[in-house]
């Protein structure tokens, strides 16, 4: 009795973690500024000092902790990370490398793989759809602050292409797919498979404003179901790619590692830069980076083995705004000052800290 108890009381929090998404899915037109502003915003301090470090003057970011390439993912943050500090000389300037080097399919999708060593400089025109909805929702935020209609026209078209493309319809559930080729039932005998850090809840008021006549609301209730089954196994951790073809029992898909990794870390954030703080797993995933000294790591989900431990600054701001948000907790000293070192890393730290100077201040 108690166990079904708990499970009733942990499909609850879900639950009303979806109200408080739902609550925001309101239209885009006729906002107010302040209800456009993304959530946090970045110092001109921190991002001069990542601008510097990642991004070239052509607009291009790069990943230099993977061979210097770039990818969509790191053309939205950078739209993204470009609009929370204001800077709207170098948004332009990473939107245009985007527009002609990325937006180049047929389908109205970025490719993700710019190899500044390859030739042609495309490596894999499959898209990416979290570095899509990056894109389409820092340009859709900027084209209403900035009065700039060419982002708003821009950001429209590319929401469009994510729910024509991306958006598949399943046992009466709307999924998010990582790719628009690839993932799907007839692309793996395992498939669908899907990476829960690819719904970025926070965009999706804004491109379902822009792309009503797809089922947003119906993503991010997948996103939060699949979270909850995906985190009821005996390490509470989700894989980085999960199938989904047994839709009453989730499973880490073929050919990837069963692990919580470098995809997977990023769903707290995603979730409390949404104002998801009630979903119960937050509790759950503070407690083990806070317990035991593992902190932030790379997690077998099915063994529970530790297999990385991850102590840059950008990964220990995962954890403090965690524990801030659900617990206010003192942000360390140690991570007051950006000291950026790789692309990734230092991403996470300027997502994270600007959450928590805006909605947290008591935590600094």
């Not at 470009?82 to 970025?110: C, H, P, Q």
């Not at 991306?166 to 046992?171: K, S």
Request: net charge neutral.
């Amino acid at each position: 009795m108690m166990s079904l108890l708990h499970a009733s009381f942990r499909r609850l929090r879900f639950a009303s973690a979806f109200l408080v998404l739902a609550a925001a899915m309101q239209p885009l037109h006729g906002a107010t500024i302040e209800q456009l502003r993304m959530t946090g915003t970045v110092s001109s301090s921190d991002w001069e000092a990542y601008r510097s470090r990642f991004v070239e003057d052509n607009g291009r970011v790069v990943d230099n902790a993977n061979g210097n390439i770039s990818h969509s993912e790191g053309q939205g943050y950078g739209l993204l990370l470009a609009y929370a500090a204001g800077d709207r000389r170098t948004f332009e300037k990473i939107w245009t490398f985007t527009l002609t080097e990325f937006l180049i399919r047929d389908d109205g999708l970025s490719v993700w793989k710019w190899d500044p060593s390859a030739r042609p400089r495309v490596s894999d025109p499959n898209n990416a759809t979290d570095g899509d909805i990056l894109i389409a929702y820092a340009l859709a935020k900027a084209g209403v602050l900035w009065n700039e209609p060419r982002y708003t026209a821009a950001a429209q078209k590319l929401a469009k292409a994510i729910g024509k493309n991306a958006f598949l319809r399943t046992g009466g559930s709307t999924l998010l797919l990582p790719a628009s080729s690839g993932f799907g039932e007839d692309d793996r005998t395992d498939g669908p498979v899907i990476n829960l850090s690819y719904w970025i809840f926070e965009a999706f008021p804004t491109l379902a404003a822009l792309a009503p006549e797809y089922d947003w609301a119906g993503v991010a209730r997948s996103g939060l179901s699949l979270l909850r089954q995906a985190t009821s196994g005996r390490t509470n951790l989700p894989a980085d790619w999960i199938s989904v073809r047994n839709r009453l029992q989730t499973q880490p898909a073929e050919g990837f590692p069963p692990e919580f990794g470098y995809n997977s870390l990023r769903i707290p954030l995603y979730l409390l830069r949404a104002g998801m703080t009630n979903v119960e797993w937050l509790r759950t995933l503070n407690q083990r980076w806070s317990a035991n000294n593992e902190g932030v790591a790379v997690v077998n989900v099915l063994t529970g083995a530790v297999r990385e431990r991850l102590t840059d600054q950008g990964y220990v701001a995962l954890s403090a705004v965690l524990s801030c948000a659900l617990d206010g907790t003192p942000v360390p000293q140690a991570l007051k000052e950006f000291k950026p070192q790789l692309y990734y890393p230092s991403t996470l730290y300027l997502l994270s800290m600007s959450l928590i100077g805006e909605k947290y201040p008591q935590c600094l």
